[in-house]
Nanobody, 126 residues
């Protein structure tokens, strides 16, 4: 059974930084992708960033490219999302997700991800 432990959400002022972490367990696949999605109140879930573990390839949404960085610790199956220059519009519940097998590249389409965390709230005040 795939499980996630998400952490790092909270309240931050605009322009500030925050790092989210997500530790996954319950699978032994060698090649997989991990991603962060977010959902603001009244809006659809959107992809933020993803990373493929063995090639290290990443992909970012246009809205966060240049401000957010995704990284992975393969030994711990833990993905981090370093968020800088936060804006009020970044306020949302952030979800961790994983899919396998995934070789070479990852995608930011929710339908591609089989397993999801419960989410952690990020609030950016103006």
């Amino acid at each position: 059974q795939v499980q996630f432990v998400e952490s790092g959400g909270g309240l931050v002022n605009a322009g500030g930084s925050l790092t989210l972490s997500c530790a996954a367990s319950g699978f032994t696949e060698d090649h997989y992708a991990m991603a962060w999605f977010r959902q603001a109140p009244g809006k659809e879930r959107e992809g933020v960033a993803c990373i493929q573990n063995s090639y290290g390839t990443t992909y970012y949404s246009d809205s966060v490219n240049g401000r957010f960085t995704i990284s992975i610790d393969n030994a711990k199956k833990t993905v981090h999302l370093h968020m800088n220059s936060l804006k009020p519009e970044d306020t949302a519940v952030y979800f961790c997700a994983t899919d396998y097998p995934v070789v070479a590249v990852c995608f930011l389409r929710p339908i591609r991800y089989k397993y999801w965390g419960k989410g952690t709230l990020v609030t950016v005040s103006s």
